[in-house]
């Protein structure tokens, strides 16, 4: 199976580890668990028409839950929530946002407008950061904490 491209972070309410979540080339999301101290070698198919190229895992609806945030090729940003078991909530993915093919990485971060606060950050090609606060469970408009960083690469 190609991978292209995953989500890492902790999915299963139930695993306080770090897991990684992928999507094959049709579609399929993956879960590889983490269960400590061993390889992680085992993969449950959780999903399934998973139309991305990019995901990030983030509290989007600040629920306690890691969800899943998916670029799609044409921009739009669809949102699979996680119900803290191995597969996302069964309801309809919402476009939560459009234009998003400009970042060439997204990162979740924690605490970055005050304490317990969750947001996600894109980098542009121009080397610019944007971040959204997600802390009242939407996107809000972004910030631009940093600029200049042509060429780097977030760390996912």
Not at 54 to 80: I, K, T
Not at 100 to 109: A, C, E, K, V
Request: hydrophobic share 35%; proline share 3%.
């Amino acid at each position: 199976m190609a991978v292209d491209d995953h989500g890492r972070g902790i999915w299963c309410g139930n695993n306080r580890l770090p897991q990684i979540l992928a999507i094959d080339s049709s579609g399929a999301l993956y879960l590889y668990r983490n269960v400590g101290l061993t390889a992680m070698v085992g993969r449950t198919q959780v999903g399934t028409g998973v139309s991305a190229i990019r995901l990030s895992m983030v509290d989007y609806d600040a629920d306690g839950f890691q969800d899943l945030l998916a670029v799609e090729a044409n921009g739009n940003l669809r949102l699979y929530r996680g119900s803290g078991l191995t597969t996302p909530k069964s309801e309809a993915r919402l476009v939560v946002g459009t234009g998003w093919t400009d970042y060439s990485g997204l990162r979740s971060l924690n605490g970055v407008t005050g304490l317990n606060t969750t947001g996600i950050a894109g980098l542009l090609s121009n080397g610019t950061i944007e971040y959204w606060d997600l802390t009242g469970g939407r996107l809000t408009t972004p910030s631009t904490p940093v600029t200049g960083l042509g060429g780097l690469k977030l760390a996912q």
